[in-house]
Structure formats: C-alpha cells, structure tokens
C-alpha cells in the first residue's frame, strides 16, 4: 500500500483500534491539540503513542502532557506572534490582528510550518505556495459587501466589521435569520436525522453496566477543554461532586480522597458531597492535565473508546460508567 494521509479526527481512533497494525503508522505530527487528556481511553492512547516504532512530532506553545511523548518538539507561535484574522465566539463581528512581539526564538505559526513540511515532501499544491495574507483572503467570498470593500487581509486594525445579514440586518434567529431544515424552522423532528442515521428523535437506549454510577465530564471555568490546564489554577487535585446519598453509602465524607475507577482505569480526585447532581452520578470537570492525579490519569482514562454516538460516529463521553471508594 502506497503511504498516505489520516486526518487527525480519524487518527486517533484508528491508532486506538488498530495499534498500528496495517497500513503501519510510522509517524504523528500533534498539532493544534493534547490527544493525551482529550481523548477517551486514555490508558491506551498513551499505549499506543509510547511504542518504540512510532516517531511523534508535535508542535505547542507549552510543554503538554502530548508533547511529552513526541521524539520531535517544534516551538508553536503563539497569536501575539503572527497576522490572522478573528471571527468571535459569541458575537457577529470580524477583526483583524498583526503581531504584537517578534518571534519568541525558533517559533513559527502553522501555516510556515507546513509551508516548510510541504516543500521538504515535495508537495506543490496552490495552498502551500500561498502567503498567510492570501490564504486569509482565500478564506472568505471575494466582494462580500461586508466587507466594506476591503480584502480581508487588508482589513483596518483600528474597527471590527460587523457580519450582520446580506441584507445588512441584525442576525437575529428565526427573525432575520433561520435554521437549515427543509421546512425553515426549528424542528422537534428532524426528518433529515431519521433518513440518515434513523434518529429523528433522540430516544433512551439501554446499555450494559457492570458499575453502578455514570460520571460526567463538562467543562470548567478553570480551562478551556485542556487549554490552561498547565497554569496554576488547575495545580493540586480536581473535585467530584458526589451527592448525599452516594457518599453515604460508601462512607464518604466531603474532602475526602477518593478512587474513582472502572475497569480502564483510576483516577485519585477530592470529594465534594452536594445535592447539585442526582444519586447515582458523579461530575467532575474535563481537561485537567496527568499531574492533577495522584495516579498519573484523568477522567479520560475511565471513557470507553469504542462506544460510538448514534449520530456521526462521535465519542461517547457522557456514558461512562465506574465505582467510587475513600482512600484511607
């Protein structure tokens, strides 16, 4: 078989499943991501990762629990380091941005790194010949009025443009704009979904359990996914909420340490008791990094892999089942 390209949505499964059966994997670049503390079924990610044979390159602003597997580290760029243009999160406004600091040493932005990868490999595609100003505006509609005449990479430091409609109206949902579905509405039924996938509901499934609490996993207002979770702010153990009832039963007090485990792993976390979450279910949040834990492992490592959503072949990271006990 003639070497090729995975995508890193498909690598990282494919590296879980197979363990780099066949066609071989010889080498993952990490980039743009900690698959260590992200992913499910941690234990085996790192696995799979720790082989001999595997070269891992990554690139990162900071030394990730990921990057510490990789042979190579390239010194990412940080967004004070290189042009790039901004859409928001949760607004509809457009902003432009020019660096801010020099280069901090070796570091390099994305786009020249695989400029460079590209050239080594000898590829020649358009895209790795194109500056990071062509690629900004590669990326939007040329002559969108919006834009107010400008290309985007050309776009004034000093004002935001705002993206209404092309009618130059507030987005506004189900007013100015509307959702994507064949009648225009919001739909409790989604006709598309059944064709597909056979879920124009959602509708409750049962599953096979050999531990008796589900643990969830949401974000923090420490981190962003992993991002932060190096900073201080996540230094020591994370908490999980346990309520009344459950700690009761196992002898747990509120500040106790406790084990929270299942048959991929254990991860060491401090018991907060609280009646903010239902019998039978533990929350703690995601994105903490391997030093949170005395045991050297997150709450990723207690997801099932291979338990896939109904819909687009996701990770099922809400259905994860495991015992909790107190560290005497």
Known sequence: MEPGLLTLSTLPRYCLINQFGFPPIKAVFIYNHNPVVTHPDQNRMRRALAQEDLFIAGSDVVMTDSMAYCDV?????????????????????????????????????????????????????????????????????????????????????????????????????????????????????????????????????????????????????????????????SDGQEEVEINPLDAEIRGISDGDNVKVHNERGET????????????????????????????GQTVNALLDADIRTDIEDGACCNEAFCEVSRII
């Not at 704009?177 to 009648?183: A, G, I, L, R, Y």
């Not at 907060?272 to 019998?279: E, F, K, Q, Y």
């Open 73 to 233: 580290v390239l010194p990412a760029a940080s967004h004070f380091e290189f042009p790039d243009i901004y859409g928001s999160y949760g607004h509809h406004y457009l902003q432009r941005a020019e660096p801010v600091i020099p280069h901090v040493g070796e570091s390099l932005p994305n786009t020249e790194i695989f400029r460079r990868l590209a050239e080594r490999f000898g590829f020649d595609d358009q895209i790795f010949l194109e500056t990071d100003a062509e690629l900004m505006d590669a990326a939007f509609i040329e002559g969108d009025p919006r834009l107010n005449g400008y290309k985007p990479s050309e776009l004034p430091l000093e004002e935001a443009l705002a993206m209404s409609t092309k009618d130059g109206e507030d987005m506004i949902l189900c007013d100015t704009v509307f959702p994507d579905t064949q009648s225009g509405k919001i739909e409790l039924f989604s006709q598309d979904l059944e064709d597909r996938f056979g879920y124009g509901l959602p509708r409750f499934e049962p599953v096979e359990r050999i531990f008796p609490l589900s643990i969830i996993s949401p974000s923090s207002s420490k981190r962003t996914n992993a991002t932060f979770g190096g900073c201080s702010l």
């Open 268 to 295: 060491l976390l401090i018991a907060r008791i609280t009646n903010s979450v239902l019998p039978g279910v533990l929350y703690t949040p995601k994105g903490t990094w391997l030093s949170a834990s005395k045991s």
